[in-house]
């Protein structure tokens, strides 16, 4: 069975510029979550989807960060306008409705110049 | 607020010997905490996870000890090994809508043979 896979692994941009992160789940799994990782701190949770809905989004920084989930199975995560406090790393995670267990993709690294 | 809080953040152990780490939660309504591991350029893997209606489990060489009362659990790596090496996060989540884990911060262990 395949893991959560994330695209790209390693992201350089400029301030200012737009990045888009993209997730693709384990097969099956309506649960998605996004986290980041800023160096030196905890990974801290961005959003929840339950197949294409946000069930929970209350850890957006703010409005420069777009979620979406069409058709409940892959995910993009975008940036727009990029901040040099964006650097970090992006983790997609996702499960399935009947278990607790929440599986992590390899991470996205993003460096905002 | 951190809400979990983790040490130490590196610890160095020998071969064979006992590594343990520790965490400790501010919020009463967290009813499931995981402790994952993650090697360099991979995502956090699950490794044992813990509900608040036992005081310890044990899973091979890995066990959980868990206190209700003091808000804290820790994380216990028997006969530790090499390949042992890795970061650990403690991690802890609760119902209210929501599945989001909340993370400690880490700690990167280091088993020296």
């Known amino acids: 069975e395949a893991g959560v896979t994330q695209f790209p692994s390693h992201s350089v941009i400029e301030k200012g510029q737009t990045v888009t992160l993209r997730c693709d789940p384990i097969s099956g799994h309506d649960n998605l979550y996004w986290y980041r990782r800023v160096m030196g701190k905890e990974i801290k949770f961005l959003l929840h989807?339950?197949?294409?809905?946000?069930?929970?989004e209350s850890g957006m920084p703010n409005n420069r960060f777009l979620a979406e989930r069409t058709g409940g199975t892959y995910s993009t995560l975008k940036v727009q306008p990029a901040e040099l406090e964006d650097s970090g790393v992006y983790f997609c995670a996702s499960g399935g409705l009947s278990t607790d267990t929440q599986y992590f993709g390899p991470g996205t690294r993003l460096t905002v110049l | 607020q951190q809400q979990v809080k983790q040490s130490p953040q590196s610890l160095i152990v020998q071969k064979g010997g006992i590594s343990i780490i520790n965490c400790a939660y501010e919020n009463t309504a967290f009813d499931y905490f995981p402790w994952y591991q993650q090697f360099p350029g991979k995502g956090p893997a699950l490794l044992i996870a813990i509900r608040p209606d036992v005081s310890e489990k044990k899973e091979g060489r890995f066990t959980i000890s868990f206190n209700k009362s003091a808000k804290q659990f820790s994380l216990h790596i028997m006969d530790s090994q090499p390949g042992d090496s890795a970061t650990y996060f403690c991690?802890?989540?609760?119902?209210?809508?929501?599945?989001?884990?909340?993370f400690g911060k880490g700690t990167k262990l280091s088993v020296i043979p």
């Open positions: 989807f339950v197949k294409e809905s946000k069930q929970d």
């Open positions: 991690a802890a989540r609760g119902w209210a809508g929501s599945y989001q884990l909340t």
